[in-house]
C-alpha cells in the first residue's frame, strides 16, 4: 500500500512508518531469524501503577512482539504492588525499585537518568534511533509546535523538524544510552540554573533529536489519542493513551 496522503520520509530519508507501508510478518520473520530480543520499559510510580500498569502489561502481552524475547523493565517506588502476570515462554518482567519524587514533573524528569542507569540491558526490533511524531502536533505548522523558547534552557529551540511524543522513543542500547545521559545532563544543568523547561523531558527530547537526527520516525497511530476528532490518516491504533485523570494521579 502507497500512503500518499500522509508525509512518509523526511528530508534526511528517514521513514515514518505507517500502517500499510510494511509486511508484518516479513518484519517479524527478519527479527526471529536475526534473534532480536526487545527491552521495553515503563515506569509505574505513586497513584500510576495501581491506575494502569496491569491493563498495560496484559495488553502487551497480547499484542507487543509477540513471538520475540521480551524484557519488561517496571521502573517503580512499590515492587510489592506489581500485578503477578502470565507471561509467554522468553518474556520475562524485571523490577527495578525507583525514589518517588515529590513533584511529577521531577517524576518526569528523572525517568532519562533512571534509564540510562540500566540502560546496558540488550538490542532491540525496531531502528538505530527510534522517534515519535506527536498526535497532537504532527499535521500543525511548526509555528504552533511547543519547543522550549527560553533561551536560558538548555531544551531552548528557535526551530525544529517535528514535534516529538516523549511517550516513547527507542533504539540501539547505545543510542538510547547517548539520549538519555544527554535529556538528563540538560535537565540538571537548568536546575543549577533555575530553570524548567516548558515540558520538561519532553522538551529536551525534541532538542536532542533535533540535533541528532532519528533513523526511523514512528506516525502518531503508534500512540494516538482518541480525543482527536480527526482521525482520517489513522488506519489503526498501535497505542491509545488512557484517559489520564491528573487531579487524583498527579502529585503537585
Keep these: 500500500m502507497v500512503r500518499t496522503s500522509v508525509q512518509t520520509s523526511t528530508s534526511w530519508k528517514a521513514p515514518i512508518i505507517w500502517d500499510g507501508m510494511f509486511d508484518p510478518n516479513l518484519y517479524d520473520q527478519r527479527h526471529t531469524e536475526e534473534k532480536s530480543s ?11 501503577l495501581d491506575a ?31 500485578p503477578n502476570i502470565t507471561l509467554a515462554s522468553l518474556r520475562y518482567i524485571k523490577i527495578v525499585q525507583v525514589e518517588k519524587h515529590m513533584r511529577w514533573q521531577d517524576i ?3 525517568r532519562m537518568r533512571t534509564i540510562s542507569e540500566i540502560i546496558e540491558f540488550g538490542s532491540e526490533a525496531l531502528g538505530d534511533s527510534v522517534a515519535l511524531l506527536h498526535a497532537h502536533f504532527y499535521k500543525l505548522p511548526q509555528a504552533q509546535f511547543t519547543y522550549d523558547r527560553n533561551p536560558k534552557s ?3 529551540m528557535e526551530t525544529g523538524d517535528f514535534y516529538y ?9 547505545q543510542n538510547v544510552k547517548h539520549l538519555v ?9 537548568d536546575k543549577l540554573n533555575n530553570v524548567e523547561a516548558l515540558w520538561h523531558d519532553e522538551s529536551h ?5 533535533w540535533i541528532h537526527k532519528p533513523s526511523k520516525l514512528l506516525s502518531p497511530e503508534y500512540c494516538w489519542d482518541q480525543s482527536i476528532s480527526d482521525r482520517q490518516d489513522i488506519l489503526v491504533t498501535r497505542l491509545v493513551w488512557a484517559p489520564k485523570h491528573y487531579d487524583t494521579l498527579r502529585t503537585r
Design 181 to 189: 545521559d544527554a535529556c538528563y545532563l540538560g535537565i540538571m544543568e
Design 205 to 209: 527530547l525534541n532538542k536532542y533529536f
Design 108 to 110: 518526569s524528569m528523572m
Design 38 to 48: 526487545v527491552a521495553l520499559t515503563v515506569f509505574a510510580v505513586g497513584r500510576y
Design 52 to 82: 494502569y500498569l496491569k491493563t498495560f502489561l496484559t495488553s502487551a502481552e497480547q499484542h507487543f512482539m509477540v513471538g520475540l524475547p521480551v524484557t519488561y523493565y517496571v521502573f517503580t517506588n512499590s515492587p510489592e504492588k506489581v
Design 165 to 173: 511524543h516523549a511517550a516513547i522513543f527507542g533504539g540501539l542500547w
Design 154 to 156: 538548555k531544551a531552548f
